[in-house]
């Protein structure tokens, strides 16, 4: 006991101040994009012909970020004359056609729905399901947890079962394997609930977009309230969107 008071009186507080200040992001993340409407022609031809997702739609000059990888390859070709990626990290959107963005994203805040914010504003408990994902997208939500983010300081908490939640939080693209154990998990679910997709593979299928051994996106399967794109999304995206959808 002496010991754990004297390191956290050595240590200090570690929690980030975030929402009130946003911690500074490495320098090589990549968060919204920004595109350059008069980038000529062949440029964007050329980047959306390298994007390994789809994502870039060359007659509306937009990027999918529910489809997009953030792999930076359209910024590194275009040297930057099409597509800029930003260091901001509040990326979430409340409805799935939002994400396909020229970099200007409507507000989360205004898109929420307000009866979430009376029903789980102070107490949000979620049953996080991996539906086949590499991982990463599991390690950053964990992440949530550590001093540092210290999710539970908001009265957010990843729970055990599914009927102690309010909600579901969906990583991976939904493997035919993991469908039905995740339905039965919604299905545990009590309403009324919440139904997160996390990870461009949650949004869209991801690096396995096309695959016959998935879905193509959660909203295939579920009703989806929140769309956290990223590839894995970093854990302040996700605290972003859960602290303004639900706060
Ligand atoms: S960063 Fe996104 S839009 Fe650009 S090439 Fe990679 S996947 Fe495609
Ligand atoms: S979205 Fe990317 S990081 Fe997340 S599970 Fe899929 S491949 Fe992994």
Known sequence: MFTTLKNRFEQGYKTCNYPKEKPAVFTRYRG????QKDAPLEVIQACAAACPQDAIDISAKKIDMGRCIFCGTCE???QGRFVQFTGDFE????????LI???NLPSLAEHSKQHFKGLFGKSLQLRQVSAGGCNACEADLNVLATPFFDLARFGINFVASPRHSDGIVVTGPVSKNMRTALLKTYEAIPEPKVV?????????GGP???SPEISQGLDTI?????FIPGCPPHPLTNLHALLTFFK
């Open 76 to 78: 590194q070709i275009s």
């Open 32 to 35: 919204r994009p920004i595109v």
């Open 91 to 98: 990326i979430a959107t409340a409805q799935k056609e939002h």
């Open 222 to 226: 579920l009703p989806v309230d929140l």
């Open 196 to 204: 997160i997709a996390v990870g461009s593979c949650a949004l869209t």
């Open 208 to 210: 396995f977009v096309g």
């Open 101 to 103: 963005t020229d970099g």
